[in-house]
Structure formats: C-alpha cells, structure tokens
C-alpha cells in the first residue's frame, strides 16, 4: 500500500508544492518589483485562492462523477500550463488570471488525491499515511523557494515562472502510470448524479451540524495562519528588513526545512494519542511565532522566528486533511462532494488571508496586519482543541468511515 501512495500521491505531490514553493517566493517579489500598492499586491497572491474557491465544490462533485486517475491528470494539466503562462505576464490582470487558473486545478487535484488518500487508509493509520503527504509537501516547499531565488537571480523572474511549469506538466506521468482506481473507486451509474452527491453530502451535514460546524470554523482560521506566513514573511522580508530575493529564499527554505522535519512526528503522535494532540499545540505555536515577527531587525532574528513558525506547521502535518478524511462519509454517499466542501472551508482561510494583510497593510501599515493574522491563528488552536471531539478510532476500521453519524 505504501509503494502505491509514493508513486500515486507522494512523488506528484511533492512535484507539484516544489513549484507552488517557487511561485511562493517569486510572485510576491515580483509583484513588488511592479510598483502595486499592498491591496493590488493582495489581489494576486490570493487569486490562486480564488480559483480554489471557486472550483472546489464543482471538483467534489466532478470527483464522485470520475475516476480518480482522470480528476488527478486533468487538475495537473490546469495547474502546470497557468504556471507556464504566468512567464508571459507582466499586468496585473493577466496575472491574477494565471493565478486563478492555477488555483482552479490545484482544487480537482487536491480534492482527488484527498479522496485517493480516504479511500485507500484505515483510520488507525490515517494520520501517519497523511502526515507523509504533508511531509512531501513540505519537502517540495523548501526546495521551492531557494531554487526559485537561485534561478530567478540568474536567468530571471520569467524564466523561473516556464521552469516552474514544465517541471509542473512532468508530475503527469505519475497519474497516467501508478493510479489504478478499484472497481469499488469507479463511480456507478446511481453515483454519477451530482445533484445526488450533494444531496447525500447535505443530509450527512444536517446529521452532523454540531461536528462540522465548529471544525470548520477552526479549519478557516488553521489555512488562514498557514497562507497569512507566506504572504507575510516575503512581504516583511523585502519591504521592512530590505533583504534580497535570495536570503528571502533562503529563510523561507530554512523555516521549510525545520518544518518538514516534523511530519512524521506529526504523524505518530495523531495515530496514537489523538489528533488533537497534534493540531492544537500546531496552531498556537504559528500563533505565537507570527505574533514575534514585528519584534524581528535582522536576518537572524528573522530566520528563528519563522524557524518557530516552522516547526508549529510541521506539528500540525497532515492534520486538516486526516480531519476531513475522519469525518468524511463513505464513498458512494458523498465523500467526494464534502471533500470538496473541505476545501473550499479551508480555501476560504487561504484565500482571505492576502486580501486581509493587503487591506490592513494598505489603511494602517504591515505590521498591525501580522498581528491580526497572529490571532486567528492562535483561534484556529482555540476552537479546534475546545469545541471538536477527537476523531481517532482506536480500533481499526474500513476505508473512510466517518467519525461522526453517516447518511
């Protein structure tokens, strides 16, 4: 099982975050380079946002329509040629499109490797399995930025962009060879009705409103920290401390590399003391960390304080996802259409995040916008560890069964 997650989901995933790790690092420059105010600037970075909101609940439905194999080639093929056209743009609008685009297949490749992920785990070893993907995912995040900052600074901002998206198209090898859907993950005729997926979704809602509803408060917030320190700490960087877009790259790669060290610690400890074990401590730790970026003069300060927010992500490795994946219901009555739902709840923090350091930034100055990202993350460790029950079964179970009450 494991050999099939490392071709199916790991090597593709980690593909795929090494691109979204240079982007991380290189649109935020690049967008200073080009005069925008701080609200413009916002605008950009959270288009991918965007593009994720607006394709999530169509990707869930599409999802139980599809095989995953399909839904995972096309999301691939979406995100790698918005990256290969963000090489060709240079205004403001054509930027936010690349970034949208990008976003909209990002959200069909996310939500088939979630359900990919669902259907093939047990819950006893969910989070260990998830907790590898965040890993990989943060492996390619703290490749991303210094690959990024080196290849920029040589060949320049655009050649870095069409690097970035055929290294993204090359991940379309993995689908097409390693992900073979069971005939249990191939939907039926009875299953191939979005109205029905949904219609399932929403009365697995209504049974579970008490579960979902505070969890997915905490989820807005949890993506709202994660997203708020990427727009933040390149921003704070260039524009307070006045570094160069490579030692940016390389606090972003270090504050990576203590980051992914975590997830399979992470892993373990959501497996056999709980999930809430993990994520709680996770979220406050980023809260705390960004709270200390303001106090920062130096490269040094810089570089252990995003080493602090690092190490709080990595904790939390996997968790969001081994959370939807918890309370998902089964495949065939709607997993597909709530693991989008889950998205586009978590899409929802990701993307406010920009707008919201944009905005702040814009009417007051930075500064007060990291402190208000600094208390919804430590809100996210509030109402995830105080109002969510734990979902860990400590007796294994099939497939996704949910925590909460199926429909």
Same mark, same amino acid.
């Given at each position: 099982m494991r050999s099939q997650l490392f071709y199916a989901?790991?090597? *593709?995933?980690?593909?795929?975050?090494?691109?979204?790790?240079?982007?991380?690092?290189?649109?935020?420059?690049?967008? @200073?380079?080009?005069?925008? =105010?701080? =609200?413009l600037i916002g605008i950009v970075l959270g288009s991918y946002g965007i593009g994720t909101l607006l394709a999530d609940l169509p990707a869930g439905g599409i999802q139980d329509r599809i095989e995953n194999r399909l839904s995972m080639i096309i999301g691939i093929c979406v995100m790698g040629l918005g990256m290969l056209a963000l090489s060709l743009s240079m205004r403001f609008i054509t930027l936010v499109m690349c970034g949208i685009s990008i976003g909209a297949g990002a959200a069909l490749w996310n939500v088939s490797r979630h359900a990919y992920l669902a259907n093939n785990t047990l819950n006893a070893s969910r989070g260990r399995a998830i907790s590898i993907f965040g890993g990989v995912n943060r492996i390619g995040m703290f490749a991303g930025p210094i690959t990024g900052g080196y290849l920029s600074a040589e060949a320049g901002m655009h050649t870095a962009f069409a690097f970035c998206g055929v290294i993204a198209?090359?991940?379309?090898? #993995?689908?097409?060879?390693?992900?073979?859907?069971?005939?249990? !993950?191939? *939907? =039926?005729?009875?299953?191939? $009705?979005?109205?029905? $997926?949904?219609?399932?979704?929403?009365?697995?809602?209504?049974?579970?409103v008490w579960l979902v509803t505070p969890a997915g408060f905490g989820m807005i917030c949890a993506q709202t920290i994660r997203a708020g320190r990427q727009t933040i700490i390149p921003l704070y960087a260039a $524009? @307070?401390?006045?570094?160069?877009?490579?030692?940016?790259?390389?606090?972003? /790669?270090?504050?990576?590399?203590?980051?992914? $060290?975590?997830?399979? *610690?992470? +892993?373990?400890?959501?497996?056999?003391?709980?999930?809430?074990?993990?994520?709680?401590?996770?979220?406050?730790?980023? +809260?705390? /960390?960004?709270?200390? @970026?303001?106090?920062?003069?130096?490269?040094?300060?810089?570089?252990?304080?995003?080493?602090?927010?690092? #190490?709080?992500?990595?904790? &939390? %490795?996997?968790?969001?996802?081994?959370? /939807?994946?918890?309370?998902? *219901?089964?495949?065939? !009555? &709607?997993? /597909?259409?709530?693991?989008?739902?889950w998205r586009l709840i978590g899409d929802t923090g990701h993307t406010s995040a920009p707008i919201i350091v944009g905005t702040i930034a814009d009417a007051l100055s930075l500064v007060p916008s990291i402190y208000v990202i600094a208390v919804i993350g430590l809100?996210?460790?509030? @109402?995830?560890?105080?109002?969510?029950? !734990?979902?860990?079964?400590?007796? %294994?179970?099939?497939?996704?069964?949910?925590?909460?009450? +199926?429909?």
């Amino acid at each position: 099982m494991r050999s099939q997650l490392f071709y199916a989901v790991y090597v *593709p995933t980690f593909i795929l975050s090494f691109c979204q790790g240079m982007l991380a690092l290189l649109l935020p420059v690049y967008v @200073i380079d080009l005069g925008l =105010s701080f =609200s413009l600037i916002g605008i950009v970075l959270g288009s991918y946002g965007i593009g994720t909101l607006l394709a999530d609940l169509p990707a869930g439905g599409i999802q139980d329509r599809i095989e995953n194999r399909l839904s995972m080639i096309i999301g691939i093929c979406v995100m790698g040629l918005g990256m290969l056209a963000l090489s060709l743009s240079m205004r403001f609008i054509t930027l936010v499109m690349c970034g949208i685009s990008i976003g909209a297949g990002a959200a069909l490749w996310n939500v088939s490797r979630h359900a990919y992920l669902a259907n093939n785990t047990l819950n006893a070893s969910r989070g260990r399995a998830i907790s590898i993907f965040g890993g990989v995912n943060r492996i390619g995040m703290f490749a991303g930025p210094i690959t990024g900052g080196y290849l920029s600074a040589e060949a320049g901002m655009h050649t870095a962009f069409a690097f970035c998206g055929v290294i993204a198209l090359l991940a379309l090898i #993995f689908p097409l060879l390693f992900v073979h859907d069971s005939l249990a !993950e191939v *939907p =039926s005729k009875q299953q191939a $009705s979005m109205a029905l $997926s949904y219609g399932r979704m929403f009365t697995f809602l209504r049974r579970n409103v008490w579960l979902v509803t505070p969890a997915g408060f905490g989820m807005i917030c949890a993506q709202t920290i994660r997203a708020g320190r990427q727009t933040i700490i390149p921003l704070y960087a260039a $524009s @307070i401390l006045g570094l160069e877009v490579d030692r940016i790259g390389l606090v972003m /790669g270090i504050a990576a590399a203590v980051d992914m $060290s975590m997830f399979y *610690p992470a +892993g373990l400890v959501m497996d056999r003391f709980g999930r809430k074990f993990a994520y709680v401590p996770s979220f406050l730790l980023q +809260g705390l /960390g960004m709270a200390l @970026i303001p106090l920062t003069g130096s490269f040094a300060a810089l570089l252990a304080v995003t080493s602090l927010i690092g #190490f709080g992500n990595g904790l &939390g %490795s996997g968790t969001m996802l081994t959370l /939807g994946a918890d309370l998902a *219901p089964p495949k065939g !009555e &709607g997993m /597909g259409a709530f693991l989008g739902l889950w998205r586009l709840i978590g899409d929802t923090g990701h993307t406010s995040a920009p707008i919201i350091v944009g905005t702040i930034a814009d009417a007051l100055s930075l500064v007060p916008s990291i402190y208000v990202i600094a208390v919804i993350g430590l809100g996210a460790g509030s @109402i995830l560890g105080l109002f969510v029950p !734990e979902t860990l079964k400590k007796a %294994s179970t099939v497939g996704a069964e949910p925590a909460a009450t +199926g429909g």
